[in-house]
């Protein structure tokens, strides 16, 4: 029927692991798996994103993120010498929330909010940059082959077996069979690892699309660095435009740059659309000062070339069947951003699984039974802190009595 055989397991050999998805979750997953000594096999979906012909992976997704001691102590307890260094040497540490808005006299104002008492931060990171820096410690790992461009098609995780589709060296689509001892999917909110393990167990599964939309902008570095700055804002800071229903944020780069985040209901991203000469205007009432940082023709040429994408958070469980599949990070909690966990908590779910995890032999059904049992509640969790963080980011940080008003209201 096509399919070729790849990759059998045969008595004797090490516990075979596959890890569908290398995305920083399956990446580190990989790495994991490896370090422990299993036979590790990774297939991508996309191709190598090192390679410089390659779309940049994130040009439709987020770029900036916030990495914070969820995700790190995952990345240090991989075990692998040097890995958190080399990721923690391109982040930029923010040690608070600039909030910016302004006054009834009209003047405009930032004030600073500071994440912890102690100055303890989180830190900026480039997703492709943490996903390379995750690729290179894999290939570097004598017991792991990476496969790129390979897409998970089917599974069937009774027999341990799973189909991909592939090109062949002349072009042609072609479906390869593998098998394995565990299979795990960290192919992201649209899981279809997600799609076929719902079919041998019994699932409860929730995905909700809230009415807001993102659309990505950059404010770009300054025209004339200085040798101590060259962001044109605080670069130690995740910088807030709060509103009642929206929300405009900024992250550092390394090269002085922000990346930039418009968070708005979707009726308003269709208004603005609709004359996208309004938009500066827009800018100036909803988010003062931003159009001093992206010039108006700019912020217009942006808003029309970058897509306005949807936010989903999804909840479900069991994450696992028997011994033989297990999901992890988007594919099994993806959350909207506005706590900035859903790859921190991506990370997590890999220390956790593998501290479950009998090591170096084949996991048994038990230890993923206790997988589901300890994370499917804490990853629900973190999913409701996240929607419920909205509320906290757009309208509670600019207003104390906020808290207080909304409870009397609902009493
Ligand atoms: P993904 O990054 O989606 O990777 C999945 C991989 O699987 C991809 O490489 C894909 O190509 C591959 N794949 C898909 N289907 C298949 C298939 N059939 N076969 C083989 N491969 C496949 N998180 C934070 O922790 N902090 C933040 O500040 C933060 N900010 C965010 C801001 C925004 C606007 C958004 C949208 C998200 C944000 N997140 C943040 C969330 C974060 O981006 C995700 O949680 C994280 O990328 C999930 O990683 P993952 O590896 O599970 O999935």
Redesign the pocket.
């Given at each position: 029927d096509g399919r070729e055989s790849q990759n059998q397991h045969e008595s004797g050999t090490k516990s075979k692991i596959v890890v569908?998805?290398?995305?920083?979750?399956?990446?580190l997953a990989a790495i994991y798996a490896a370090e422990r000594g299993f036979e590790v096999e990774v297939?991508?979906?996309?191709n190598d994103l090192r390679d410089p012909s390659t779309t940049p992976?994130n040009f439709t997704?987020?770029i900036?993120?916030?990495?914070?001691e969820r995700?790190i102590n995952s990345l240090r307890a991989s075990g692998r010498d040097g890995l958190l260094e080399r990721i923690m040497a391109d982040t930029i540490p923010m040690r608070g929330r600039m909030i910016h808005g302004k006054k009834a006299s009209g003047s405009i104002y930032e004030e600073a909010q500071d994440y912890d008492i102690h100055g303890r931060t989180i830190f900026a990171v480039d997703?492709g940059g943490l996903n390379k820096h995750l690729l290179d410690e894999l290939e570097s790992m004598p017991n792991v082959k990476i496969f790129f461009n390979?897409?998970?098609?089917g599974a069937n995780f009774a027999d341990n077996k799973a189909w991909?589709e592939t090109k062949s060296p002349a072009g042609e689509t072609q479906e390869i069979e593998i098998t394995f001892d565990l299979l795990i999917g960290?192919?992201?909110?649209?899981?279809?690892?997600r799609y076929h393990l719902m079919k041998y167990t019994r699932m409860d599964y929730r995905q909700e699309y809230i009415d807001t939309l993102?659309c990505e902008f950059t404010i770009t570095p300054k025209a004339n660095p200085t040798s101590t700055s060259k962001h044109a804002i605080s670069p130690n800071h995740l910088h807030i435009w709060p509103g009642s229903d929206r929300m405009f944020i900024a992250?550092p780069s390394l090269d002085g740059s922000f990346t930039c985040?418009l968070f708005l209901p979707s009726g308003e991203f269709s208004c603005l659309a609709t004359d996208p000469s309004t938009i500066p205007a827009f800018f100036n009432a909803s988010f003062p000062g931003v159009t001093a940082l992206i010039p108006p023709a700019s912020l217009i040429a942006q808003f029309e070339a970058n897509p306005h994408?949807p936010?989903i958070s999804l909840t479900c469980s069991p994450y696992h069947f028997r011994a033989s599949a297990v999901i992890?990070?988007?594919?099994a909690h993806?959350?909207v951003?506005f706590y900035?966990?859903?790859?921190?908590?991506?990370l997590e779910d890999v220390r956790v699984l593998f501290d479950l995890l009998p090591p170096s032999i084949t996991p048994t059904p038990e230890s993923l039974d206790r997988y589901t049992a300890l994370r499917a509640p804490d990853a629900a969790a973190i999913g409701a802190l996240a929607l419920a963080n909205y509320v906290e980011m757009r309208e509670g940080v600019v207003s104390p009595l906020y808290k207080l008003r909304k409870r009397l209201e609902e009493t």
């Open positions: 569908v998805g290398a995305g920083p979750v399956g990446a297939y991508e979906l996309r992976l997704r987020s900036n993120l916030a990495l914070s995700g997703r390979h897409k998970l098609v991909l960290a192919d992201g909110a649209h899981s279809a690892t993102w992250i985040t994408l936010l992890l990070g988007d594919a993806a959350m951003p900035g966990q859903g790859m921190n908590a991506g």
